[in-house]
Structures are given as C-alpha cells and as structure tokens.
C-alpha cells in the first residue's frame, strides 16, 4: 500500500538559514516522487520530482531534495531560506503503473525575517 | 497551452441550490483528478478518470456529489443539493499515465462558499 507521512506539519527557521522539510513514504513498486508548494489563495505548483534518473534531485527557487530507498525518505532541502519560501509544502508519491497521486498532510513552512 | 483551466474561480451560492464547477485538462493528458481542500481534512481526492472513464470515485463525499467527463477536454463537478459543509477549494488536476515525467497539473482552484 502507499503512503506518504509528512513529519512536521509547521516548520520555521529565519531568513538566510537551511530549510529541512521531512518525507517518508511506503511503496509497493519504482515510485515516483513529487514537491508541491503552495502560496496562500494559489494552486499546486511543482517544485521538483523524482522518477528514477538520480537520487538527488534539483528544483525551482533553489530546492533540492534526495532520494533515499534504504531510508523510504524524500526530504527537501534549501541552503538558504528567503521570505517568498513561506508557503504550504506537500510530498507526493505516485506507484508506476498506479496512477493516483498520494499526498501528504502538508507542512506549512514559516520564514522569520 | 493555457494549463488546468477551472471555473468559476470563486462561486458563493445558498444552502439547497445547485452547483457545477468546470475543468478543462491539458491537451493530450489521459487522467484527471477532482480534489477538495479544506482546513479540517486537507486535500482529498474526490475522483478520477482515464480516457474520460471514471476509475476510483471512492473519495466521492456522498450522492449529492456527482462528477461526469463527456470528452476528453472537459469535466464537470456537481453538488445538489449543496450545503454548507461543502465550502472548500475544488482543484482539478490532469496528467500523462504513470511513468517518466508524470506529474500532475493543477488548476487554480474554485473557492466554493455554501452559506
């Protein structure tokens, strides 16, 4: 069965310092993995994806997250964090050959000035 | 192309009326998905379809929900009667079948308000 445990549901760190939100998922099969942002009153927006071509993937604004099958983890990482990071961050995972998407309860990342 | 297009973007209409929400999905994608997104519960899956067959509606709250895709470049979801529990942002989402490249698109959302 598949499933996505997103660990902190608030995160907040100040402006210029790393930025850690945590994922972990359970897969039958070759996932894929997915970070979704969302800004307040906006849709989903992609910030990167994992589909089995490299384990450390890169995304938008600066984004990074590792892929980690030994760990079942998708963390995704930012060396710097900036006032417009500050936004709802969804982990996605989709199962090949099974086509829902699952979500995770999201983790609302606050940035301090 | 213009993305996951939806409307209306916000629709506020009284408790027992009907109410449609519309989604047009990016040409060429074979899956769309309807979700609701709410404080309380988070983003749920409502439905989705392949090649406009509905395949997993089992998100689907109760019979007053109904949702229908007569082509494969609009969806419709409906609500009658609507009540007020039903306020939430609805997005629709399309995407290619699993595989490389395959994430989901989504609209911008339709803020539904049931008072």
């Known amino acids: 069965a598949q499933s996505v445990t997103q660990l902190d549901s608030h995160v907040s760190v100040s402006e210029g310092t790393p930025v850690l939100l945590r994922c972990n998922y359970s897969?039958?099969?070759?996932?894929?993995l997915f970070w979704y942002v969302q800004h307040p009153n906006k849709g989903l927006q992609l910030l990167l994806k994992?589909?089995?071509?490299?384990?450390l993937v890169k995304g938008i604004n600066g984004f990074e997250a590792e892929f980690k099958k030994s760990e079942t983890s998708f963390h995704l990482t930012k060396p710097s964090a900036h006032m417009s990071d500050a936004a709802e961050y969804f982990c996605?995972?989709?199962?090949?050959?099974?086509?829902?998407?699952?979500f995770g309860s999201g983790t609302k990342l606050n940035v301090k000035p | 192309d213009a993305g996951v297009i939806q409307s209306p973007r916000h629709e506020v209409t009284e408790m027992g009326q009907e109410v449609t929400l519309r989604c047009k999905p990016i040409s060429g994608h074979d899956y769309l998905f309807w979700y609701r997104q709410t404080m309380m519960r988070g983003l749920e899956l409502l439905i989705y379809?392949?090649?406009?067959?509905?395949?997993?509606d089992s998100g689907m709250p109760e019979d007053r929900f109904s949702a229908k895709m007569p082509n494969a470049s609009f969806s419709t979801l409906k609500i009658q009667p609507s009540e007020p529990r039903d306020s939430a942002v609805y997005f629709c989402?399309?995407?290619?079948?699993?595989?490389?490249?395959?994430?989901?698109?989504f609209g911008q959302g339709t803020r539904l308000t049931v008072v």
């Open positions: 897969s039958s099969y070759s996932p894929s």
């Open positions: 996605v995972v989709r199962e090949y050959n099974f086509n829902k998407f699952y």
């Open positions: 989402a399309s995407s290619l079948r699993s595989g490389m490249n395959t994430e989901a698109f």
């Open positions: 994992y589909t089995s071509a490299a384990t």
């Open positions: 379809f392949n090649n406009n067959v509905p395949i997993d």
